[in-house]
């Protein structure tokens, strides 16, 4: 008996279903396949996080210091872990003990930088670079920096601050380089800057500026910002630091009465902002005089020299740098410049018995009434900031 084969339509048929199998199989068995490999580098970049933790615990008992702000590179053999060892990365600790790390398998991605909850696995292809070699800029904290006041300071701490960006990172060596050719701070609006902490309010900290962003201008002029003339007040100066210097918080003035809490001289500011004519000296506490009897020397670096203007020697204390350079400034409502150097800083405080009378702060430690017309003193900001946005300085 003859056997009988398959006909052309019944191989077609068969060949179709293998097809319409191999379409539907084969493209879930990629997808297992390239799941079970990112699962498996998922599971080698964890094993490699538990290494890494293991390994700074390791580092401080030998050296007992603290291990942070360091990257190690997880082909170079330091780490010990288990799975397959990443084509390229690194890993690193912050000065919070958060693991950051950025690494490629060829195919997949580990990425998991400062602020991240989870780790991310991406393609690679979709991820950029991926070798770690950004990644010692995540254990670099983006704030401001505080510095804790020693016992005998009178502040309540330092802060490096830039004023236009509140999430940059500024450290006491960059407010250092941020100076003038001259060597001092002097009408420097921008940049990382040092700030005296001069009262705490909760969570609010409350900072003056270690120095001018204006050297010298008069207090106001009936209110306005500026005359035609082009003489601009303190007033206008303040509005100039946001509209353009870019300033990200408002700035203000101290006044006198928080100086006084400041050195405890209460009774002698209610007194001064009083009584036209008298002064208030930082050393004299609630003594008030119309004389300079109790006036600061130019060598003076005691417990408030941080509040002056400037000194000659208050650098050696924290204050600002000595500056006997001469600085142009709009002398009268004429709006005629002139030159001279710096004398101190304007309050938001004036004597209540007149309306042209505000209170300054004069470099040799006064706290004194002047016309709100007079030229010889500056702006020296006062802003106020959470401190969730800092970071504690080493």
């Known amino acids: 008996m003859k056997k009988k084969g398959f006909t052309l339509i019944e191989l077609l048929g068969i060949i179709l279903i293998l097809g319409t199998i191999a379409l539907i199989i084969v493209p879930a068995v990629n997808k297992t396949i390239k799941q079970a490999r990112k699962d498996s580098f998922e599971a080698s970049v964890n094993s490699i996080i538990r290494a890494m933790k293991t390994y700074a615990y390791d580092q401080e008992i030998a050296t007992g210091k603290e291990y942070s702000k360091q990257v190690v590179d997880v082909t170079s053999g330091v780490l010990s872990f288990e799975g397959s060892t990443p084509r390229e990365g690194k890993i690193g600790m912050t000065k919070d003990k958060e693991i950051v790390l950025e690494m490629n ?26 070798d770690g070699s950004t990644l010692m800029e995540n254990l670099i904290p983006h704030k401001p920096t505080y510095e804790a006041p020693k016992s005998s300071d009178t ?18 060596t960059d407010a250092q380089a941020n100076l003038n050719s001259n060597g001092t701070p002097t009408e420097i609006k921008t940049g990382c800057m040092k700030w005296y902490v001069f009262d705490i309010d909760g969570g609010t900290y409350k900072l003056i500026l270690d ?45 006198a009465e928080e100086i006084g809490e400041v050195i405890d001289a209460e009774e002698g500011v209610e007194y001064i902002t009083s009584n036209t004519g008298y002064g208030l000296y930082l050393e ?4 008030y005089a119309t004389s300079d009897e109790n006036i600061l020397p130019e060598s003076y670096s005691g417990e408030y020299a941080w509040l002056l203007g400037y000194l000659n020697n208050s650098a050696n204390y924290g204050g600002t740098p000595s500056d006997s350079n001469a600085y142009t400034y709009y002398s009268n409502t004429s709006g005629n410049t002139a030159s001279g150097i710096l004398e101190g800083y304007w309050t938001s405080s004036k004597v209540t018995s007149t309306d042209y009378s505000e209170i300054y702060m004069s470099n040799k430690g006064r706290l004194a009434p002047r016309t709100a017309s007079n030229s010889s003193y500056g702006l020296r900001p006062v802003i106020e900031i959470n401190s969730s946005i800092l970071t504690t300085e080493d």
């Open 105 to 130: 398998d060829g195919t997949w991605c580990a990425r998991k930088l400062s602020g991240d909850t989870e780790l991310q696995i991406l393609k690679l292809s979709e991820s950029g670079s991926c």
């Open 155 to 172: 502040h309540r701490g330092i802060v490096y601050l830039d004023p236009t960006d509140l999430n940059k990172y500024c450290t006491k």
């Open 211 to 255: 120095h001018n962003t204006t050297a010298r201008a008069i207090y106001n002029m009936n209110d306005q910002n500026a005359s035609p003339n082009g003489q601009y007040s303190i007033k206008w100066e303040l509005d100039n630091l946001i509209s353009e210097s870019n300033w990200a918080v408002t700035p203000r003035l101290i006044s």
């Open 284 to 287: 004299g506490k609630n003594t």
